[in-house]
């Protein structure tokens, strides 16, 4: 059985979806699906560059990672093996932190169990907490509570839909930018941003920019705050 059917039904991909392509990293063990849609040419899907990237629910001990690009009117299919083009995690990775949520379980002992990194927790809990997950009942949002300062700090960090992270990659943005590497990053990624007219293309551009502030978080705290000023700004009836 080649790679590609042997993921097709460990993740339970079902039509019109279908697993092209496997990347295995036996070094990092991570397992990197990328899946396809709609029109084929003999029998072969059309090539495409995912525009998402969610990660799953582990196979055995390797993370897994799915690659694929919602069809603009796809945002209601909640397939357990796909997510929100504005999220890092797919539907079935979130219903799984809420089973044992509801199990009784406490966040950390849950992060440990799916191996789940501090930063894609918070995201979930997020999402629970905001309601958006419509499987968590009114009674776990109102009990979750994350018990790890680390996991705190990362709530400082804005989501990928807030109105803060548009007003960075503006053209015309006013913040001060004191990393160099950011400073970089930001210049190649606002000229890309104000170019791309797909909706698709923005928010992947957003969750990259998130992600690298996610991962160098301890040294962004002076645009931290600035990002949570501009959202204080919204809050308080500012024009964004």
């Not at 080649?2 to 279908?18: G, I, R, S, T």
């Not at 040419?41 to 582990?58: A, D, I, M």
């Not at 789940?116 to 907490?129: F, S």
Request: a neutral charge.
């Amino acid at each position: 059985m080649k790679d590609a059917e042997l993921c097709h039904w460990l993740l339970e991909v079902n039509e019109p979806w279908e697993v092209s392509r496997v990347r295995v990293d036996t070094h990092s063990r991570e397992l990197h699906a990328y899946l396809s849609s709609g029109k084929s040419w003999f029998g072969r899907y059309l090539g495409e560059q995912p525009r998402s990237r969610w990660r799953h629910l582990n196979i055995g001990a390797y993370k897994t990672y799915i690659h694929a690009s919602l069809p603009e009117q796809n945002e209601q299919a909640a397939h357990p093996f796909l997510g929100k083009s504005t999220s890092d995690f797919t539907h079935g990775l979130a219903r799984r932190v809420i089973q044992c949520l509801q199990n009784g379980l406490r966040y950390r002992q849950v992060c440990a169990l799916l191996d789940i990194d501090i930063h894609l927790a918070w995201q979930i809990k997020h999402a629970i907490e905001s309601g958006q997950l419509a499987t968590a009942d009114t009674d776990l949002r109102a009990r979750l509570q994350l018990d790890d300062p680390a996991e705190q700090s990362a709530s400082s960090i804005p989501p990928g839909d807030d109105h803060a992270w548009l007003r960075l990659l503006a053209l015309d943005c006013p913040f001060e930018i004191r990393l160099l590497s950011l400073k970089l990053l930001l210049a190649r990624a606002r000229q890309d941003f104000a170019r791309a007219h797909d909706p698709d293309m923005r928010i992947l551009r957003i969750n990259e920019l998130r992600r690298f502030f996610i991962k160098h978080e301890k040294h962004l705290q002076h645009e931290i705050a600035q990002l949570n000023n501009e959202r204080q700004h919204v809050t308080e009836g500012g024009q964004p």
